[in-house]
């Protein structure tokens, strides 16, 4: 009953609210991007949600387009600009997404939404992260985010589908706004932005 009834009706209720109280922060932050950006502030990429059903989710674009001598993108870590290592720290890259949210995309807690090259490469197991609507937060995102391994962050994630409760997901709520002001787990160590997932060994 939570799962299919009461949890989108929580998820957009909060969207909302939230979208209300942060909409300061959306406004400085955009007009702070398009500046360092010289465009548009918001970035937006296909991936897949629930039942691997593409949509297109909406962040605040924290690295630029600079290419090299061929054409080719330049690394993450040369493309992340500095305001934008600040929005990361403070994830207030995340919150655009709420907008997914209202748009019934994405939910508040739930697996990441990952790139649709990864769905080909996911073992029978880690497909069922794909259950649910994928969340702005979530239980790997609490349990390591970016600086654990990919088959540990998989595990996670099909924890919650296979766990998912109220309870959960208010414990799971809180611990991430721990997070968020102890700035845990944001990269690999060392590494600009997560690695690529490959495919399991």
Same mark, same amino acid.
């Given at each position: 009953?939570?799962?299919?009834?009461?949890?989108?009706?929580?998820?957009?209720?909060?969207?909302?609210?939230?979208l209300?109280?942060v909409s300061?922060?959306?406004?400085?932050?955009?007009?702070?991007?398009?500046?360092?950006?010289?465009?548009?502030?918001?970035?937006?990429?296909?991936?897949?949600?629930?039942?691997?059903?593409?949509?297109?989710?909406?962040?605040?674009?924290?690295?630029?387009?600079k290419? %090299? $001598?061929?054409?080719? +993108?330049?690394?993450?870590s !040369?493309r992340?600009? =500095? @305001?934008?290592?600040?929005?990361?720290? /403070?994830?207030i %890259? $995340?919150?655009?997404? +709420?907008?997914?949210?209202? !748009?019934?995309?994405? =939910? @508040?807690?739930?697996?990441?939404?990952? /790139?649709?090259?990864?769905?080909?490469?996911y073992?029978?197991?880690?497909? !069922?992260?794909?259950?649910?609507?994928?969340?702005?937060?979530?239980?790997?995102?609490?349990?390591?985010r970016?600086?654990?391994?990919?088959?540990? !962050?998989?595990?996670?994630?099909?924890?919650?589908?296979e766990?998912?409760?109220?309870?959960?997901?208010?414990?799971?709520?809180f611990?991430?706004?721990?997070?968020?002001?102890?700035?845990?787990?944001?990269?690999?160590?060392?590494?600009?932005?997560?690695?690529?997932?490959?495919?399991?060994?």
């Amino acid at each position: 009953m939570y799962k299919s009834f009461f949890k989108p009706i929580l998820d957009f209720l909060f969207a909302a609210i939230m979208l209300i109280i942060v909409s300061p922060i959306l406004i400085i932050t955009a007009i702070a991007l398009t500046v360092n950006n010289n465009g548009n502030p918001f970035f937006l990429q296909k991936r897949p949600g629930k039942s691997k059903i593409i949509f297109r989710i909406v962040k605040f674009k924290t690295m630029n387009d600079k290419e %090299d $001598e061929f054409g080719n +993108l330049l690394s993450d870590s !040369k493309r992340l600009t =500095s @305001l934008g290592k600040i929005i990361r720290k /403070l994830s207030i %890259d $995340e919150i655009p997404q +709420l907008i997914n949210v209202l !748009k019934g995309d994405m =939910s @508040l807690i739930g697996p990441r939404p990952l /790139l649709p090259e990864y769905l080909p490469l996911y073992n029978e197991t880690q497909k !069922k992260r794909h259950n649910l609507k994928p969340g702005i937060t979530g239980w790997a995102q609490v349990n390591g985010r970016n600086a654990i391994s990919w088959e540990e !962050k998989f595990k996670y994630d099909v924890w919650y589908v296979e766990n998912i409760s109220f309870k959960l997901d208010i414990k799971i709520f809180f611990l991430t706004i721990i997070k968020i002001f102890k700035s845990e787990g944001i990269n690999n160590q060392g590494e600009a932005t997560t690695k690529s997932f490959e495919g399991n060994e």
